[in-house]
């Protein structure tokens, strides 16, 4: 306003005319300049954000897995408790990571028994676990355990990315199993739409025998940088953006969080690295329908539970089209996919989810599971 | 802020920031689709890799020269230990959950009672998969 009433107000050059606008800009970025440098120093000794610390016990503990209870925060719960699957090469403390931006902590404000797999980084012993490991080991485990600690037959499984993967193929081996409702986030299942993936595991450039037998355990860094690889400058722009927002204190927070979150990106054990890359990226073989596990094929039809499929609209580690074919594959009638904006992880976790994702979660849940 | 006669520098350096980070993401994916291009990062990759073990080999033999034990040696360890304390937990008799467990009672509130921030949400993008109609399969590619 100031500004256009100095420019029509006189005949005088803008170079000679005080812009109170431009004055309170650069009273703004010397005062953030300034607090730049004081914050920066500040996070140079901080400790790392604490992160996961909505009140838990430990039921199940052995190797890469563990299973937790989420202490309850309401007088009644819902009957069937909710069973959430982790993706196995990141931590669950996504959904968890502080008070206020805590998918865990709303789920249980809302009265749902929360349970979560969260997995550790395997030991050299467990560099053989294969997908047989998770889905007719660790998930059917870990509902048996949930069953006994709740008391109740039924679960709602919900897993999120690969997470959802697994929970889905373990529905689709044991279709009249105990699981009442199956919620996915952001699961792959088209393999083909990973175009980066599929490329960098295609296997006339990549020999992932070789590779897998060299490693044993297949490192975080190289699992990180595979991750890195589909979008190159972002941990560089990531960093530039945090000097600029240095002065506020919830983007550092916010940010270093996050930060954490990737840089805690857990090793893999080879077996499961060597089947997901040849039965999934290069012989697409859940979406085609002849993927065997432990001697069976894996049927996305058999499934006939409730589901709810949510996707990220700007997903670029599970593209949409990457993961519309879960609903068109089961033959639940009660299903439903929701295609929310946001990425890969703001779906679930950041101001974005706690808008969206989480209330749609919430009004599909509750009715389903009582 | 008031608008200014002049444009601000660091918003422009901000979405020069977004717009060469973009950029660089897609002329790198792009890139991919070379597999000689994929070929040489995963040459380099096993090669840094090499070079690790190498480091890794060497460290691990002045180790043992200084009687030392490595750090893989002490993981191991603590895998051990870890191992050990499990097994005490499982003979010891169940315990009475540490927190009382509410009433498995609970019913579905009304979309009236729904707590502020599902009231206020934007209705999100569904799309309810139909229920007779089922839509073909895409081909995969390759």
Known sequence: MAATAAAKGNDKSASTVADPALTERLRLEVERAVQRGLKGFELLGAPPPAVGRTPKSVLLRRGTLELVHYHAMSDEVYRVPLLIVMAVTNKGYILDLAPGQSLVEFLLQRGYDVYMIDWHAPTDAERDLKIEDYVQGFIPECIRRVQQDSGEREVTLLGYCAGGMLSTIYQALHPKGPVKNLVCFTTPIDFSKMEIFRNMSDPKVFDVDKFVDSVGVVPADTVIAGFDALRPSSRLAGQIRLWDNLWNDQFVKGYRMMERWGNETLPVPGGYFRQTTKELMQRNALHEGTLRIGGRLVDLSKITVPLLHVIAQYDHIVPPECAHPLVERVASHDKQEIVLPGGHVSIAAGPNAVKRMWPALDSWLEERST | ?142
């Open chain 2, 1 to 142: 802020m008031a608008s200014s006669l002049f444009p601000d520098p660091l918003q422009l350096w901000r979405e020069a920031l977004t717009k060469l980070e973009g950029e660089v993401n897609a002329l790198a994916t792009g890139s991919t689709q070379s597999q000689e291009a994929v070929r040489s990062l995963h040459q380099l990759s096993s090669a840094s890799q090499g070079v690790q073990q190498m480091v890794e080999k060497a460290i691990g033999a002045y180790l043992r020269r200084a009687n030392l034990p490595s750090r893989k040696e002490m993981m191991e360890l603590a895998q051990s230990l870890q191992r050990i304390e499990d097994k005490v937990d499982r003979l010891l008799p169940p315990q009475a959950p540490a927190v009382p467990r509410p009433a498995r009672t609970r019913r579905p509130s009304g979309a009236a009672q729904m707590p502020t921030p599902a009231a206020s949400a934007p209705p999100p993008i569904a799309t309810p998969a139909p229920r007779s109609k089922r839509r073909a399969a895409p081909r995969a590619k390759g």
